[in-house]
Every structure is written in structure tokens, then in C-alpha cells.
């Protein structure tokens, strides 16, 4: 089965300063990987995707995702972070390659202090 | 969007009593899940389903069953509530991007049900 590790549980940085969150995955194949973000009672939406083309991922709001074979790695970074990425963020894999069922991480609370 | 609505948004229930959720979407989407989201948990699969009249446990499945008699309706029924079914309730879809030769799906999500159990 494919897992996927977020290594912090909480990331705190101050607004217009660089943003990273950490994830690590285990797969025996070259899988797809997802993140997503939450805002305060909403629910989950996809912030970007990578499936196997280029290694440099970019998504919405200024978000991307450099996928790491050699680390196994897929890190979350934005250049400058808004009061607005305040939000959980959610790294996510496929549980069998190509399959349907997914299998998200635990979650980066991400705060952003003004 | 991928056009899913949840009902109700909020509910309060007793101990003990049935409680129905639902899930609706209006694009025709074959793979619908049931999650649970709750704090340290992060989100947990309670039941999927793969068309209608089709579905499968996930990893926290025990006190709810689901039913899908139509496409574009999920439903999942906690028998008897209890305390600890108290959380936050996501239902999802799933969008195949075809890639190569496999495949990957990235999901939708509902706005969730908060329920609480009393």
C-alpha cells in the first residue's frame, strides 16, 4: 500500500515570508500525488497535482509542489505568504496506484501572524 | 464546484437514535466516500461506493452503513448514535484523470455535516 507523511503538525510564519510544508511518501511506483486545503469549515479543495509529467508542480494561489523521487518527497512552497493561506493542508496519495480510493495525510495547520 | 450538497449542515441528536446524512451531486460521478474528520484523525474513510447499488467498507465503518439507490445520491445512517460518532462529516466524489496508461483521481468535496451526538 502508498502512505503518505506530513512531517509537521503546525507551521507558523509570518505574512510575506516564504511558506514550506513537508511531505514524504512511500510507494513502490512512481505515484500521483495531490494536496489539498481547508479552509475553516469548509471543506477540502484540490490545490494541485502531480501525475508523472513535470516535476515542478504549480497550483492555485501561487502554490506549487516540486516532486522529489530520489527524497521521496512532494514539499508544498509558496514564495509569500498571505493572511488568507491561514488553512489546513492536506497531502494525499493514491492507496493503490490508479486506484480510487485515496489516503490523505494527517494535516500542516498552517498560521500566518501579520 | 463539483456540484455536492450535504444535508442537513448541522445536527444535534441523542444517544441512541437513528440518524440519516445525505449527499447529493449533480454530475453523474461514479465513485462517491464517506469521511469523517475529526481532530488528530485527520480524515477517515467510513464507506465508499463505486456506482449504484455498489459500495464497501472503509477503515472506520462500524456503527454506519450507506445506501446509493440512484447516481446522484449517497446516504450513510448511523444506526444508533453514540458519543463518539460525534465529528465532521465529508462527503466526496472522485474524477478520473487519465494519464499514460494509469490513472489517477483527485476528489470533490462537500461543505460537511457537523454532527453531535449528546
Known amino acids: 500500500a502508498q502512505s503518505v507523511t506530513q512531517l509537521d503538525s503546525h507551521v507558523s510564519v509570518s505574512e510575506g515570508t516564504p511558506v514550506l510544508l513537508r511531505c514524504n511518501y512511500s510507494?513502490?511506483?512512481?505515484?500521483?500525488l495531490f494536496w489539498y486545503v481547508q479552509h475553516p469549515n469548509k471543506g477540502l479543495q484540490l490545490l494541485l497535482k502531480?501525475?508523472?509529467?513535470?516535476?515542478l508542480v504549480k497550483g492555485i494561489n501561487g502554490f506549487e509542489a516540486e516532486f522529489k523521487k530520489s527524497e521521496t518527497s512532494f514539499h508544498l512552497t509558496k514564495p509569500s505568504a498571505h493572511m488568507s493561506d491561514a488553512a489546513e493542508y492536506f497531502c494525499?496519495?493514491?492507496?493503490?496506484?490508479?486506484?480510487?480510493?485515496?489516503?490523505f495525510g494527517a494535516g500542516t495547520r498552517l498560521f500566518v501572524k501579520a | 464546484d463539483a456540484g455536492i450538497t450535504q444535508s442537513p449542515r448541522h445536527k444535534v441528536t441523542e444517544t441512541g437514535t437513528p440518524v440519516t446524512l445525505r449527499c447529493h451531486q449533480t454530475?453523474?460521478?461514479?465513485?462517491m466516500y464517506w469521511y469523517r474528520q475529526d481532530p488528530g484523525h485527520g480524515l477517515r474513510l467510513i464507506h465508499y461506493?463505486?456506482?449504484?447499488?455498489?459500495?464497501d467498507k472503509g477503515e472506520v465503518s462500524d456503527g454506519y452503513s450507506v445506501s446509493r439507490s440512484k447516481t446522484e445520491d449517497f446516504l450513510l445512517t448511523l444506526e444508533s448514535a453514540t458519543s463518539s460518532q460525534t465529528s465532521v462529516y465529508f462527503c466526496?466524489?472522485?474524477?478520473?484523470?487519465?494519464?499514460?496508461?494509469?490513472?489517477?483521481?483527485?476528489?470533490?468535496f462537500g461543505p460537511g455535516t457537523r454532527l453531535t451526538v449528546t
Open positions: 454530475e453523474n460521478h461514479r465513485y
Open positions: 510507494s513502490s511506483y512512481s505515484p500521483s
Open positions: 466526496a466524489i472522485s474524477e478520473l484523470l487519465t494519464l499514460g496508461t494509469s490513472g489517477a483521481y483527485e476528489q470533490y
Open positions: 494525499a496519495i493514491p492507496a493503490v496506484p490508479g486506484g480510487f480510493k485515496t489516503i
Open positions: 461506493s463505486y456506482g449504484v447499488k455498489d459500495t
Open positions: 502531480y501525475t508523472s509529467a513535470a516535476t
